[in-house]
T-cell receptor
């Protein structure tokens, strides 16, 4: 699996967009970008994933650069309940589903 | 409700005792996983199983054992050989299909060895 690099922590004002970056410069052509988040003392929750096109669902948007070496998770209107650790994972769908969860980005949404 | 259950939420054991953590899923997923999480760190893979009666070691399997006798169940035993067993343990199962390969996690079991 390709290695990912994320900032250790970020702050965001409530109601504003939260933009969480992820670098994955060694990503392979068959590897997807997945995002999960983990609220304190709970299991991680799937947010969104993509291969090369931008994706949007009810939780977030995922923007992947054209060269696929980086991506940004966007929470359009952050709330206090979005405070969590956000993990960016790069994984092919053929590797038995094993995921490497790094330390992620701790997002703190402030009132 | 469909999902993954782990029990108990908190578990205390004395040093030197084996302990088994439960993980059950009713999502009809073939693949299941066990991760360990230490404070302030990411998840590390202990064991995974892609199908009933088969399982593979992950990155930190030493001191742990698993079984997969039923599709719905993937219990993890933390043995006395595990040098530092106090941690948060997470179980997951995987949905896979065209264009998707998503893991669903249980609520976790926090194990404290005294």
């Amino acid at each position: 699996d390709a290695k990912t690099t994320q900032p250790t922590s970020m702050d965001c004002a409530e109601g504003r967009a939260a933009n969480l970056p992820c670098n994955h410069s060694t990503i392979s052509g068959n590897e997807y970008v997945y995002w999960y988040r983990q609220i304190h003392s709970q299991g991680p929750q799937y947010i969104i994933h993509g291969l090369k096109n931008n994706e949007t669902n009810e939780m977030a948007s995922l923007i992947i650069t054209e060269d696929r070496k980086s991506s940004t998770l966007i929470l359009p209107h952050a709330t206090l309940r979005d405070t969590a650790v956000y993990y960016c994972i790069v994984r092919a769908n053929t590797n038995a589903g094993k995921s490497t969860f790094g330390d992620g980005t701790t997002l703190t949404v402030k009132p | 409700d469909g999902g993954i259950t782990q029990s108990p939420k908190y578990l205390f054991r004395k040093e030197g005792q084996n302990v088994t953590l439960s993980c059950e899923q009713n999502l009809n997923h073939d693949a299941m996983y066990w991760y360990r999480q230490d404070p302030g760190q990411g998840l590390r893979l202990i064991y995974y199983s892609q199908i009933v009666n088969d399982f593979q070691k992950g990155d930190i399997a030493e001191g742990y054992s698993v079984s997969r006798e039923k599709k719905e169940s993937f219990p993890l035993t933390v043995t006395s050989a595990q040098k530092n067993p106090t941690a948060f343990y997470l179980c997951a199962s995987r949905s896979s299909g065209a264009g998707t390969d998503t893991q669903y996690f249980g609520p976790g079991t926090r194990l404290t060895v005294l």
